[in-house]
């Protein structure tokens, strides 16, 4: 469309002020049909922030030297006089023992979002780590009710066992050859 060479009038005026009454006023309208001041769609928030969760550790640590060194005082019951500041373990065991706490961590996590996932769930739950826990590591968590994953399965015996152990129970019952 070509421009024309004359424009017309109301397109050459100074743009004039737009009042912002919002809604049922006049003006811009807005989502909520309202005053456009609070309430409404447009003042909620999109997404409900998630609080950010900080770690004390060193870095992306899930247990620092700090904590490691509280449990080992805890575990080998304290330190002997004048060494309140030394360490009961050496840096490359300090350094092992965390990295396997971050190793045994993301193991732990992995499988039971796996387990999450197998159910159909978008959300991880005490059962899917507590699963793991007792089945990988054998670990009992007190205080939650684990019923429904201790399922014990009955094993089937196989039919030449279960005619093999009946021969030797008639054989206790009935006398021997010698035996009067």
């Known amino acids: 469309m070509p421009i024309p060479k004359n424009l017309p009038e109301r397109a050459t005026q100074p743009p004039q002020p ?34 950010v969760i900080q770690l004390e550790g060193e870095g992306e640590r899930v247990l620092n030297r700090k904590k490691l ?3 080992v005082r805890q575990v080998c019951g304290g330190q002997a006089e004048g060494q309140e500041g030394t360490s009961a373990l050496t840096p490359d065991v300090e350094e092992t023992v965390l ?61 030449g066992w279960i005619t093999k152990m009946s021969a030797i129970q008639a054989a206790k019952v009935m006398p021997g050859k010698g035996d009067p």
């Not at 309430?39 to 999109?46: D, E, H, K, T």
């Not at 706490?101 to 796996?114: E, G, K």
Request: with cysteine; net charge positive.
């Open 99 to 159: 990295n396997m706490a971050d190793s045994f961590v993301d193991n732990v996590l992995y499988q039971a979002c796996r387990n999450a996932k197998e159910r159909g769930s978008k959300v991880l739950e005490i059962r899917d780590i507590q699963l793991v826990l007792e089945r990988t590591y054998n670990i009992r968590i007190p205080g939650y009710s684990s019923d429904e994953l201790r399922t014990v399965r009955k094993i089937q015996p196989a039919p």
């Open 69 to 71: 060194d509280e449990l």
């Open 18 to 51: 737009v009042a912002l009454g919002g809604g049922i006023n006049a003006g811009r309208p807005t989502y909520s049909g309202g005053s456009g001041i609070g309430g409404g769609v447009m003042s909620q928030p999109a997404v409900a922030k998630v609080p």
